[in-house]
């Protein structure tokens, strides 16, 4: 029953995450003006599964985000394609759910970095630098404009790492959320503590300062008549 109720709301947690990354992501389409920020409300909901360490939970809502949203969104789908299983293995890696040297870690998300910004420059054709535009102002060579495409790629590899420091405070961020909306079993809070005899309503110092006081008061009883109840 145990496992049942946690398998259940693990798979709630996903679903609701799922809808709202799918909801973000058709919203990101329709209303193109604010798409980066529906993007990053599309790996929030992912993070609410993740927050919970719910990871193969949070792989599905991401896998049924992707393909109900390249229904709607099309080419579109990418930004959180690429954004969404970033999301999910820089917290597996920052949980060290998977195991890498940081030297390694770092060399996979740049290489990963690179790797998006090829396929949205020359397949989806979502970064486009108008070289003929340019070249009216000045002289490109073919030599200038692989130059142009690696400064361009260097920027993006600068932007990525900013992401990823954003995507671990964003994980925080939710864990504290979700903690205080689904707390974890046995977290309890202060007042269930009062009210199950294991807190004190003037607080953790009040019960440690009594503690002490106890402490001090079995040190201070008469040595002869601990030795006597020994006997």
Same mark, same amino acid.
């Given at each position: 029953m145990k496992k049942n109720r946690i398998f259940g709301h693990s798979i709630a947690l996903a679903g609701i995450g799922a809808a709202i990354s799918l909801g973000a992501v =058709?919203?990101?389409?329709?209303?193109? *003006?604010?798409?980066?920020? +529906?993007?990053? =409300?599309?790996?929030?909901? =992912?993070? %609410?599964? +993740?927050?919970?360490?719910?990871?193969?939970?949070?792989? +599905?809502?991401?896998?049924?985000?992707?393909?109900?949203?390249?229904?709607?969104?099309?080419?579109? =789908? +990418?930004?959180?394609?690429?954004g969404g299983a970033?999301?999910?293995?820089?917290?597996?890696?920052?949980? *060290?759910?998977?195991? %890498?040297?940081?030297?390694?870690?770092?060399?996979?998300?740049?290489?990963?970095?690179i790797f998006v910004f090829f396929i949205m420059y020359y397949l989806a054709k979502v970064f486009v630098i108008n070289f003929e535009k340019?070249?009216?102002?000045?002289? %490109?060579?073919?030599?200038?404009?692989? *130059?142009?495409?690696?400064?361009?790629?260097i920027i993006f590899v600068i932007l990525f790492i900013l992401y990823d420091i954003g995507l671990i405070f964003m994980y925080k961020l939710t864990i504290k959320t979700m903690e205080r909306v689904l707390p974890t079993k046995g977290n309890k809070s202060k007042e269930d503590k009062i009210e199950d005899g294991e807190?004190?309503?003037?607080?953790?110092?009040?019960?440690?300062?009594?503690?002490?006081?106890? *402490?001090k008061e079995i040190d201070n009883k008469d040595p002869d008549d601990n030795q006597d109840k020994q006997a």
């Open positions: =058709i919203a990101s389409f329709y209303i193109q *003006q604010v798409s980066i920020t +529906l993007n990053i =409300i599309a790996v929030v909901g =992912i993070m %609410l599964p +993740l927050s919970k360490e719910y990871y193969k939970e949070a792989i +599905l809502a991401y896998a049924a985000t992707c393909l109900l949203g390249g229904i709607f969104a099309n080419i579109h =789908i +990418l930004s959180f394609v690429f970033y999301a999910i293995y820089t917290v597996m890696v920052y949980n *060290q759910k998977i195991k %890498l040297h940081i030297v390694i870690c770092w060399l996979i998300k740049i290489a990963y970095a340019l070249n009216t102002i000045i002289d %490109l060579s073919s030599n200038t404009k692989v *130059q142009i495409y690696v400064m361009f790629n807190g004190s309503p003037y607080g953790d110092d009040y019960i440690e300062d009594e503690e002490v006081s106890n *402490q």
